[in-house]
């Protein structure tokens, strides 16, 4: 805790004073640009891997980047996605997985998490993507399979967030649009879920277009 301690100091010394107006304006309400869903796993750093600043996203993070299919029960993640789909209408949702997680290798091996019975249960929305994973690549190495898995846990989960109510109408709509993200923790790599193509794209060639038009309107902005 003195190191965690020490960096709030630093924040508040160092970081706050060079983001006062930021926070000021924060201090007013927040607009995020999306819902980004992922792990809890510590190795994820959301705001370093998207360069982005407090306020932008709306972040919700559990074991295994999973959406529950919605029910008439109400959880932590049903209850953050209706806020910031009907409330916040973020014009984005961001559903994403990364390599050596966890919580996919105890859904590929759930007598790993035999003794863990709330993890067991959480990891049973995941299931049909480890059944997909051993219809289709049961001869597959276990490095293979677990790369597949993690994809498909994510196209799982954007299919899941499509139950929800407020996805669904927002949608329909159109003035939402759902990603799909692997993150890979060695590299610093992203791939993102091309639906038409049913695979998983570099980042670059996933959002060519729409980086080329930004670059073209932070040009015009700087003339």
């Known amino acids: 805790m003195p190191q965690f301690a020490a ?16 926070f000021e304006e924060l201090s007013k309400g927040q607009s995020p640009e999306a819902l980004f ?16 600043e ?3 996203l709306f972040i919700c993070r559990n074991a295994g980047n999973i959406v529950p299919p919605h029910t008439n029960s109400t959880g932590g993640m049903t209850a953050s996605i209706e806020f910031a789909t009907a409330v916040l209408r973020v014009p984005h949702i961001v559903v994403c997985g990364h390599t050596e997680c966890g919580a996919m290798k105890g859904a590929m091996n759930p007598d790993s998490v035999e003794s863990l019975p709330h993890v067991k249960e959480w990891l049973g929305y995941s299931k049909a993507a480890v059944d997909i994973v051993k219809e289709i690549a049961g001869d597959a190495s276990p490095e293979e399979q677990m790369r597949l898995l993690l994809e498909r846990n994510v196209v799982l989960q954007l299919q899941h967030l499509k139950t929800h109510p407020t996805v669904a109408a927002r949608l329909a709509k159109g003035d939402l649009q759902l990603h799909g993200w692997l993150y890979d923790i060695k590299s610093g790599g992203v791939t993102a879920y091309d639906e038409s193509k049913d695979a ?9 277009s729409e980086m080329a038009a930004l670059a073209t309107a932070d040009k015009n902005c700087a003339a």
């Not at 960096?7 to 930021?22: A, E, H, I, R, S």
């Not at 869903?37 to 982005?52: G, K, L, N, V």
């Open 7 to 22: 960096g709030v100091v630093k924040f508040q010394t160092d970081v706050y004073p060079n983001k006062k107006d930021l």
């Open 37 to 52: 869903i992922t792990c809890s796993d510590s190795r994820i750093e959301t705001a370093m891997i998207t360069q982005t």
């Open 200 to 208: 998983f794209l570099n980042v670059t060639e996933r959002y060519a």
């Open 54 to 56: 407090p306020g932008e």
